[in-house]
């Protein structure tokens, strides 16, 4: 199966942008990136998914590497509420995602 | 908005009981997972469901067992709770009939089993 390899642990201060890095070396032709975030005492929420290309929407911008082996979250300018442990995943099917570990995002006021 | 309801936030069971954690979502979706997690492990998924009355292990499904009698409701059942069963458990659902992928899954806030 499929791994992503991410930091234990990040921080950042407030206000500023946030680059978390993802490690998929082994990923196949047909497997998305996902990323999710939880907050603390909350379940997980999705943030972006892409395949080839970057990907922008309200909440982060996610850069993926021309070989696809590995990819970047951006919060464009992060605030304490962003705290939280972020997943980046594939997608092992149509509807089955792998999980690792996550980087803990902290945010520094 | 998507609703992933869970049925409690907390519950705490003696060992040897049995335990249902109730799961609903109100999008109308096809697919739904129950997860636990624990400290350091992240989450694992326990088992899926991709249609009423269908079932699929995922990766523990040792000591569970699910039931999807209606398409908004997907049950997980500890035949016998372990203290080994004391995590955090959650469900999610994903996917509308006709979408092209569907892996994005909404999650429901969580359910912190105590087994004593």
């Known amino acids: 199966d499929a791994k992503t390899t991410q930091p234990n642990s990040m921080e950042s201060n407030e206000e500023e942008p946030v680059h978390l890095p993802c490690n998929h070396s082994?990923?196949?032709?047909?497997?998305?990136i996902h990323w999710y975030r939880q907050l603390p005492s909350q379940g997980p929420e999705y943030v972006i998914h892409?395949?080839?290309?970057?990907v922008n929407n309200r909440m982060a911008s996610l850069a993926i590497a021309e070989d696809r082996k590995s990819s970047t979250l951006i919060l464009h300018r992060a605030t304490l509420r962003d705290a939280a442990v972020y997943y980046c995943?594939?997608?092992?099917?149509?509807?089955?995602?792998?999980w690792g570990a996550g980087t803990k995002l902290i945010i520094k006021p | 908005d998507v609703k992933v309801t869970q049925s409690s936030r907390y519950l705490v069971k003696r060992t040897g009981e049995k335990v249902f954690l109730e799961c609903v979502q109100d999008?109308?979706?096809?697919?739904m997972f129950w997860y636990r997690q624990d400290p350091g492990l992240g989450l694992r998924l326990i088992y899926f469901?991709?249609?009423?009355?269908?079932?699929e292990k995922g990766d523990i499904p040792e000591g569970y067992s699910v039931s999807r009698e209606k398409k908004e409701r997907f049950s997980l059942i500890l035949e016998s709770a372990s203290t080994n069963q004391t995590s955090m458990y959650l469900c999610?659902?994903?996917?509308?009939?006709?979408?092209?992928?569907?892996?994005?899954?909404?999650f429901g806030p969580g359910t912190r089993l105590l087994v004593l």
């Open positions: 999610a659902s994903s996917g509308r009939q006709g979408e092209v992928r569907q892996e994005t899954q909404y």
């Open positions: 999008m109308d979706h096809e697919n």
């Open positions: 469901s991709y249609d009423v009355k269908m079932k």
């Open positions: 082994t990923i196949s032709g047909t497997d998305y």
């Open positions: 892409g395949l080839t290309s970057n």
């Open positions: 995943i594939l997608s092992r099917s149509n509807y089955q995602l792998i």
